[in-house]
């Protein structure tokens, strides 16, 4: 997946988002834990103590006494964890766990009242301070009971807590993330089924997107669609529009050159000159419709031919035209090497090309062509002399260069034209066979 | 006040779970109470509470003159411990004096 990919994105925040929520709802858990085992404890705590007022009586001293004491183990222990503390004035009682200790808890305990206090071996302590009234009317007798429990009791089971709790939140995690991915997934799926429909309009498969995207996708696909119409009837229009001006100038270029051949004898020079214009107009016109004829190509669609069998059978039509059949044609063009066009205009850019180096080449004309990463490219070259930098930079302005040789001499100029509506690059150099060295390039994909 | 019940039912539970003398007298409570001579323990613990508010913490079943007796020790929420004696057989409070 790309890192600019909606899906990826989409995913991480959901991912983020979470884990924030499971982090919180952990934090969340602990906290209400810490205070139900507070209560809980306090509770049981609470109840030892009433335990103990319903067994506590006074003896004739006025000292404390427990007909029985309460059954757990750990009061009968030292330091075992778990004390009580019965106090009557003075005279204090205590369960054996507290040994050489006792609780200390302060007078200012409002009842009933939970309280944190230290323990005999140092720990913390949760006690329940019960107070107690005892005897018979007039002859009362305020008592204290406290009974306390060691808070590392707690922390064991915080523990065992917080060993289930983690890998359960992790778990909730990992089965939360992916059933965002696979939400995710299916939300952007219309836009899976976009592209793969737009590839099909780009490979020319399709002319349109098909209409049954969910209510969010739609509005796109239909304007998508209108455009495409659009672009297609501005086309078709622009087409005609130059096709009809080019044929429209071909009658009055022909009556032109005609006239020019009329006042051959009365004026040479005249005759020439207009004759020269005429040719001029028409290699313009001969421009124009090519360029209408490639406009189709410069919609979405992006069409691709291979290059070998056209370089062969331009070749093979060269070597039948005048001063091309004793001319030496080397073709070697990789059969992978595809250009991004129609082959109908690879052909008239090759063919323009392969025209050209006919015409001006002494012995030899090379075609090749390059397939390996990064641009690809296609030359030829031949060993007739060359065109001058101010030759090569007049091509672009449509200028008319090869006067010295038949035809309109726009030929190159239309190749140019028609490889740039593809994509394509068309430069100009010396060849290492003496000549002209005509390449293309585009990019590689 | 169920919560309070059931804090109330645990401490008998500890009441009967203490030493064998604990369980002797639930024996004999049961035995009495099967041979109908007393009431069941909840009626004489709703009778005690209606007559003294506060937190049961002790309960004791005694044969007194041929009639059977709760002796009920019953907390308030002030912290005073009071003694409430139950005729067992009726399910009436005998008195709800101070603390013995």
Not at chain 1, 268 to 276: F, G, K, N
Not at chain 1, 431 to 441: I, M, P, Q, V
Not at chain 2, 27 to 34: G, H, I, M, T, V
Request: aromatic residues 4%.
């Amino acid at each position: 997946m790309k890192r600019n990919s909606l899906r990826l994105r989409l995913g991480l925040a959901a991912a983020a988002l979470i884990a924030l929520a499971l982090v919180l709802a952990g934090i969340g858990l602990t906290v209400i834990l810490d205070q139900v085992l507070d209560a809980r404890t306090a509770d049981a705590l609470d109840r030892t103590a009433k335990l103990i007022a319903g067994r506590v009586s006074l003896a004739p001293d006025g000292s404390p006494t427990l007909s029985r004491e309460p059954p757990d183990p750990r009061f009968a222990t030292p330091y075992g964890g778990l004390y009580w503390q019965v106090e009557a004035g003075s005279h204090v009682l205590r369960s054996r766990s507290l040994w050489d200790r006792s609780l200390d808890v302060g007078a200012g305990a409002k009842p009933p009242a939970t309280i944190d206090t230290t323990g005999p071996d140092g720990g913390r302590l949760i006690a329940v301070v019960q107070p107690l009234t005892i005897g018979p009317q007039g002859a009362e007798t305020e008592l204290r009971v406290i009974v306390a429990e060691d808070r590392r009791n707690l922390a064991a089971s915080r523990t065992t807590f917080l060993r289930l709790l983690v890998p359960a939140l992790v778990a909730l995690f990992v089965v939360l993330t992916l059933a965002m991915a696979l939400f995710v997934r299916r939300a952007l799926a219309p836009f899976r089924v976009l592209q793969t429909d737009l590839l099909a309009v780009h490979a020319g498969t399709r002319t349109r997107l098909p209409e049954h995207f969910p209510d969010e996708v739609r509005p796109l696909v239909a304007d998508l669609n209108r455009l495409l119409d659009v672009q297609e009837r501005a086309l078709i229009r622009a087409r005609d529009a130059a096709a009809d001006m080019a044929h429209g100038l071909k009658t009055p270029l022909a009556v032109l050159d005609a006239l020019a051949r009329r006042t051959d004898t009365a004026d040479p020079t005249l005759s020439a000159e207009i004759a020269e214009q005429a040719r001029a107009m028409g290699g313009q016109v001969e421009r124009a419709l090519a360029r209408a004829r490639i406009a189709a190509s410069g919609d979405l669609r992006r069409r691709s031919c291979r290059v070998a069998p056209v370089a062969e059978r331009l070749v093979a039509t060269m070597r039948r035209l005048p001063e091309g059949d004793s001319l030496d044609w080397a073709v070697s063009v990789p059969e992978a090497l595809a250009y991004p066009g129609e082959e109908g205009e690879l052909m008239e850019v090759l063919g323009n090309l392969l025209d050209n180096a006919r015409k001006w080449a002494h012995r030899r004309v090379r075609v090749t062509g390059q397939t390996e990463s990064g641009p690809q490219s296609l030359a030829v070259e031949d060993d007739g002399p060359g065109m001058s930098a101010a030759a090569i930079a007049g091509i672009g302005r449509g200028q008319r260069w090869d006067e010295t040789r038949p035809g309109t001499g726009f030929g190159i100029a239309i190749a140019r034209d028609v490889a740039e509506a593809a994509g394509a690059q068309l430069d100009f150099g010396r060849s290492e066979l003496g000549g002209l060295r005509a390449e293309l390039t585009w990019p590689g994909r | 006040m169920n919560v309070r019940r059931a804090a109330c039912l645990c401490l008998l539970g500890l009441l009967a779970g203490a030493p064998a003398s604990a369980s002797e007298d639930a024996d004999r409570a049961r035995q009495a109470l099967e041979k109908g001579e007393i009431r069941p323990l909840d009626e004489i613990l709703r009778a005690a509470r209606e007559a003294v508010p506060g937190d049961v913490v002790s309960v004791d079943l005694k044969r007194d003159d041929g009639r059977w007796r709760y002796k009920l020790r019953i907390l308030g929420a002030d912290g005073k411990r009071r003694t409430v004696k139950v005729d067992a057989r009726s399910a009436k409070v005998l008195d709800d004096d101070d603390d013995d």
